[in-house]
């Protein structure tokens, strides 16, 4: 594993060189906008006349290509420079999201056309996210990628808050048009940035024998660690029924039972808030049972789907979303450090890529069948089973062994395990 760049201003930490610093940087920028951007596209399409079915459409087309396109995405981030697939993927975000801002603004946006745009931009999505994971974990060094990630987490949520809260004042005020003009100006932002990573210090990587033969690798390496498809397992469900309550009811009981797009916006900023205490708490405690400890976090996640069946006012609302924020952190950081721990540098990226398709392959069918359950059983019911649906999986991924065993290692061990194997090795055991 690369180290971090020793050039850096000496007001940052040691290990927070250029790369580092540009990354988090462009997290933060990337945050303020998307995370408004998230709110003001489903109130596009209510203020457009839409149903709640057409908010779950909308939004299952900006995770379907997720499901399409991650793997490839994956592939193509170990061949090629992570930090020209980053850059290439924002500026097909920011042209897409433009797009979208002027079509609301304009009036009158069709259904086909919000989809649409709201696809690529799920397409500048599956390619960006296993090249940045790549290149976030090559800016770091093991003895302090734990401190690294939890900063860099805090940082990147706590843009959040701002792009949540200011979203949704932003929508009651002038409307989801603007919210999304700032997001793909965000993009082009957090795209000029991510052009300055130097990727002199980042080691290269031999050269594969073709797509198919990386994607394979990337399998073997993925199916070789059951900690890591059992978890992934999980979080296909778990993702899809949050992302179905965020996404599809959330905003519908905002309108209904909380006075509109603001309370909602409030809502997800203390979320925000509750990622950076997380964040914090992560940066001064390393648990020794990694994963035991993260995924016993995952349990609160329940909260915010049971808070809006009830549905709490909006201040109770704000409390168990900021629960879940600071628990969705701690599994989050000792996630990226197991991640780190474990996974070759070289092949990270695909095994990153299998972790983001399994994780979100239920989303896109889960937001577009949520208006229809929602039909069929009614809001409330439908809520308490997102609920469910987080508990029971996240009790069953538990009886793994090697979640409960998996333990930190010291930086001097985590760092050997870095470099491949051999060819025609086996993958390396947990």
Request: with cysteine.
């Amino acid at each position: 594993m690369s180290t971090p760049d020793a050039a850096a201003p000496r007001r940052l930490p040691s290990w927070a060189g250029r790369n580092y610093t540009l990354l988090t940087g462009a997290a933060v920028v990337t945050n303020l906008g998307s995370h408004g951007a998230l709110i003001a596209s489903a109130f596009a399409v209510l203020e457009a006349g839409g149903s709640s079915g057409d908010v779950g459409l909308v939004a299952a087309a900006r995770t379907l290509p997720l499901v399409l396109f991650l793997l490839v995405g994956g592939a193509l981030a170990d061949r090629l420079p992570r930090h020209h697939v980053m850059v290439a993927a924002n500026a097909l975000n920011c042209l897409s999201q433009a797009a979208f801002a002027v079509l609301v603004l304009a009036g009158d946006p069709q259904l086909w056309q919000m989809m649409l745009l709201t696809a690529l931009c799920g397409t500048g999505t599956a390619f960006f996210n296993p090249a940045a994971e790549g290149m976030l974990l090559s800016s770091v060094s093991g003895e302090h990628s734990h401190r690294a990630f939890a900063l860099f987490r805090m940082a990147m949520n706590g843009a959040g808050i701002g792009g949540a809260a200011l979203g949704g004042a932003l929508i009651a005020a002038i409307g989801p048009g603007w919210v999304l003009a700032v997001d793909a100006a965000a993009f082009a932002v957090a795209g000029a940035l991510r052009a300055f990573l130097d990727v002199g210090r980042v080691a290269e990587r031999a050269p594969g024998g073709g797509l198919l033969a990386d994607l394979r690798d990337g399998w073997v390496e993925f199916r070789s660690r059951p900690w890591l498809w059992s978890i992934v397992l999980q979080f296909s469900v778990v993702v899809a029924v949050i992302g179905a309550a965020e996404a599809v009811y959330g905003p519908l009981v905002a309108r209904d039972r909380l006075g509109g797009p603001a309370p909602w916006g409030l809502a997800l900023a203390f979320f925000g808030v509750g990622t950076i205490a997380g964040a914090v708490l992560m940066m001064l405690w390393k648990p020794r049972r990694l994963l035991l400890v993260g995924t016993l976090c995952v349990f609160p996640l329940a909260l915010p789907s049971a808070g809006l069946a009830v549905p709490l006012p909006v201040w109770g609302l704000c409390a168990v979303m900021f629960v879940s924020g600071v628990a969705v952190e701690v599994f989050g950081v000792n996630w990226m450090t197991t991640m780190h721990q474990e996974i070759p540098e070289d092949k990270f990226s695909r095994v990153s890529a299998y972790d983001w398709f399994g994780s979100v392959s239920m989303l896109p069918l889960a937001t577009a069948l949520a208006g229809p359950a929602e039909t069929a059983f009614g809001r409330t019911p439908a809520l308490w089973g997102c609920a469910a649906l987080v508990v029971i999986p996240t009790a069953l991924v538990l009886l793994v062994p090697e979640v409960r065993q998996i333990t930190r290692r010291p930086a001097r061990v985590a760092a050997a395990s870095a470099p491949a194997p051999a060819p025609g090795s086996s993958p390396a055991g947990v």
